[in-house]
């Protein structure tokens, strides 16, 4: 079983900065393209950024400049870190792995969430 537990969230003040984590369990991780998606209320989950198998990252026009996408593959996490945050940011953020295509494998798995609140 694919298992993935975001932590970092919380309450921030405008300006400021936060790091999440999402640690997996259960894959073969290397092979994963990992994603931070994000959730506010009334609106639609929206990729945040996403990092390949090879490290290649993908952003988020709103995010580029402020947020960077990492991993460590010894330690199976993924990290989103995120600054000059504003109220708009506020959201639930949500971890996602899948393989890389080619693999033969099929699984599309998410966290649990985590709460970013910014604000004064």
């Known amino acids: 079983q694919v298992q993935l537990v975001e932590s970092g969230g919380g309450l921030v003040q405008p300006g400021g900065s936060l790091r999440l984590s999402c640690a997996a369990s259960?894959?073969?991780?290397?092979?994963?393209?990992m994603g931070w998606y994000r959730q506010a209320p009334g609106k639609q989950r929206e990729l945040v950024a996403s990092?390949?198998?090879?490290?290649?990252?993908n952003y988020a026009e709103s995010v580029k400049g402020r947020v960077a996408i990492s991993r460590d593959n010894a330690k199976k996490t993924v990290y989103l870190q995120m600054n000059s945050l504003g109220p708009e940011d506020t959201a639930v953020y949500y971890c996602n792995a899948k393989p890389e295509p080619g693999w033969g494998m099929r699984y599309d798995v998410w966290g649990q969430g985590t709460q970013v609140t910014v604000s004064s």
């Open positions: 990092i390949s198998s090879g490290r290649g990252t």
């Open positions: 259960g894959t073969r991780f290397s092979i994963n393209v």
